[in-house]
């Protein structure tokens, strides 16, 4: 079965209509506001015209009915709005109401007020087009801007930065350039010392004056090992240079004796005077 609007377009309903305008049953509405002079008859041309668009209202809802019909719809209540404007213009200018000063807001089917109060108007699926959609999204607002309290408050100790090294991430980074540096500035160093033939040769072993035993000297080679796993160049290790002769035991020893020799020498010298 044919739709109304079909049926509406048939030569038999046009033939209807013609019929109905000639014989008087149906008052042909004028093409402009101003050829009427009438009231009652601009306020029924007007109640004519809003039936009109409610009714394409109704229809414009229907978002089925395909991209062109819906715009198609979308200018026709538009023009159709235009022309009551213009018939409430003759209306108050016979001494009528002023509808456009009274009368109520527009609303769409949704009970939403339809916006822009001048100009073109989107309705029903008419609002959803491609193109349209985009004139009804309304940017967010702006963060509202905090006051110089509000910014002072988060302001602590962390701020100026003398938290950073609690968070356990700074100090082993700190750490690790650190050896870095040292080994590059001790290699530079024995490389340097190596090049002007004044360098000590680390491999040198002197005897232990106080030799240990038992755990001390466990503990000690435990750090020794330790040491060589964590820096196994000895680069990183304490060393120290003796720029002055240092006795070793032994030396020390032959001179107590030659002291003690050359005091039991005097000793008997003193008494065979």
């Known amino acids: 079965m044919a739709r109304n609007a079909e049926k509406a377009m048939t030569t038999l309903a046009r033939w209807r209509a013609a019929k109905e305008v000639e014989s008087g049953e149906k008052e042909r509405r004028p093409y402009l506001a101003s050829e009427c002079h009438d009231l009652p ?14 009714k394409k209202v109704a229809q414009i809802q229907n978002a089925g009915l395909g991209e062109f019909r819906i715009r ?3 200018d026709e209540i538009n023009k159709l709005l235009r022309e009551k404007r213009h ?3 003759q209306i108050s200018a016979l001494g009528g109401p002023h509808y456009r000063r009274y009368g109520p807001k527009m609303f769409d089917a949704e009970g939403r007020e339809v916006p822009g109060n001048r100009g073109y108007k989107y309705f029903g699926a008419a609002k959803d087009l491609p193109g349209v ?16 309290a509000e910014l002072m ?7 100026y930065g003398y938290r950073d090294d609690e968070d356990g991430v700074l100090i082993p980074l700190e750490e690790r350039i650190e050896r870095a540096a040292i080994q590059k500035a001790v290699q530079e160093w024995r490389d340097k010392m ?6 000590i040769d680390d491999d040198e072993e002197e005897d232990e004056i106080y030799p240990l035993s038992g755990p001390a000297r ?11 796993v964590e820096d196994p160049h000895g680069l990183l290790a304490p060393k120290f240079t ?4 240092v006795p070793t035991q032994q030396d020390v020893q032959e001179a107590l004796l030659r002291k003690r020799k050359q005091e039991l020498l005097e000793k008997y010298a003193g008494g065979a005077n």
């Open 194 to 199: 190596a090049r002007d033939g004044r360098i």
């Open 153 to 159: 408050k988060d302001i602590d100790a962390e701020y």
């Open 87 to 89: 018939w409430e213009n």
């Open 242 to 245: 003796a720029h002055v002769p």
């Open 41 to 54: 008859r601009c306020e029924k041309f007007r109640l004519e015209i809003i039936r009109e668009i409610s």
């Open 218 to 228: 466990e503990a000690i080679e435990d750090a020794k090992a330790r040491a060589a």
């Open 72 to 74: 198609d719809l979308n």
């Open 133 to 148: 959609r985009e004139l009804f999204e309304q940017d967010p607002p702006p963060p509202p801007r905090k006051s110089r």
